[in-house]
């Protein structure tokens, strides 16, 4: 390996010293100098560059304070007492008006409402929404009585009108507050869901009564169906003496089909001695039709018919001259005449 040797000698009197040094120590030493002159350097910078950017941080600080300062005092400084007065005044409009639309729209839908009622028959309400409030006049006066044991029997209803305060009420009062308002329009629409409620209930009810009325004819209208003996007194297709007919009899091809003209139940279904293959058809009520002389049933006692249900095939069994149905409409047993209930 390489040596160096160092000599040192000094100014004046003193031995001169030699020191021998490898060459790799040499370069080493040199390195480490090196590196933490490099250190000492780079660290220096950037303590430098930090410092500025917090000297720049705290101008801008304050900066954007003395900026911001006058815009936070703004509304103290700007705003005056009358204007003030005025955005209050301004505010009050605009609440008062908007007051003004919600009790005529409530008006409007309380004389609906009453008039509703009244043309519809319908009850007086007879329960309070939870949580109403009793209308409690504000006007001097007084109210007493002594302990009640109760209405009498000519104690005036619940009606309508004291459970549903007139707009006019909430708009004469001084102040009225949101609670009360909202609770308006609760009681109309716990109204209106009544009325639904009966509308669906009466929708549903004349529903099941259109369907069970023997609405229809028992044979299909065409050229080739035609009426051959009306309800009423006539010539005895058999006797030729003057007897009562008490149904409708209709002609048509052989094997048409003999259709419900009603919902019901199936009654009866089987012989007639003058009727032949016969069936009657329940539609509720009191209220039964019969189908008569056909070539067969295809329905038995028990079955659920709907208007338009085939029940047999036209024919002419039992007491007949030739094809045709005899049909009927009885109320309470009594036959009617069943033109009365049939379409064009």
């Known amino acids: ?35 933490l002159s490099f250190t000492a350097a780079f660290s220096y ?28 005092q703004a509304p103290a400084a700007i705003l005056t007492e009358d204007e003030k007065a005025a955005i ?80 006019s009420v909430i708009d004469g009062l001084a102040n009225p507050s949101a609670d009360l308002i909202v609770q308006e329009i609760n009681i109309r629409t716990e109204s209106l869901r009544e009325y639904n409620e009966l509308y669906l209930a009466a929708s549903t009810a004349k529903k099941e009564e259109i369907d069970r009325t023997p609405g229809i004819w028992p044979v299909g209208r065409s050229k080739r169906s035609i009426v051959t003996s009306r309800y009423g007194y006539r010539k005895d297709p058999f006797t030729r003496n003057l007897s009562f007919h008490d149904g409708l009899d209709i002609g048509a091809p052989y094997g048409s089909p003999i259709i419900a003209t009603g919902k019901g139940k199936v009654i009866f279904s089987g012989w ?60 309470n047993g009594k036959a009617v005449d069943p033109e009365r209930y049939l379409s064009e």
């Open 1 to 35: 390996m390489k040596r160096w040797t160092v000599m040192l000698i000094p100014h004046g009197q003193g031995n001169t010293k030699s020191l021998n040094l490898y060459a790799l120590y040499l370069y080493g030493v040199v390195l480490v100098f090196a590196v």
């Open 45 to 72: 910078q950037s303590v430098r560059a930090a410092k500025k950017d917090i000297e720049r941080l705290e101008r801008e600080k304050r900066e954007i304070g003395a900026q911001a300062a006058p815009v936070i």
């Open 88 to 167: 209050e005044q301004k505010v009050r409009e605009e609440y008062e008006g908007r007051m003004a639309a919600i009790t005529s729209e409530l008006s409007e839908l309380y004389d609906v409402e009453k008039n509703f009622r009244k043309n519809n028959g319908l009850p007086p309400r007879s329960k309070k929404p939870a949580g109403y409030v009793e209308n409690v006049s504000s006007e001097a006066g007084g109210k007493g009585g002594g302990p009640s044991d109760g209405p009498g029997d000519d104690a005036p209803a619940n009606s309508d009108d004291s459970l549903m305060r007139p707009p």
């Open 272 to 331: 007639d001695k003058y009727l032949g293959n016969c069936v009657r058809v329940d539609h509720g009520g009191g209220l039964v039709t019969v189908y008569g002389h056909m070539q067969k049933t295809t329905v038995s006692v028990g079955d659920q018919v709907v208007k338009g249900t085939e029940v047999g095939k036209l024919g002419s069994t039992g007491r007949s001259t030739g094809a045709h149905v005899h049909y009927e409409v009885r109320i």
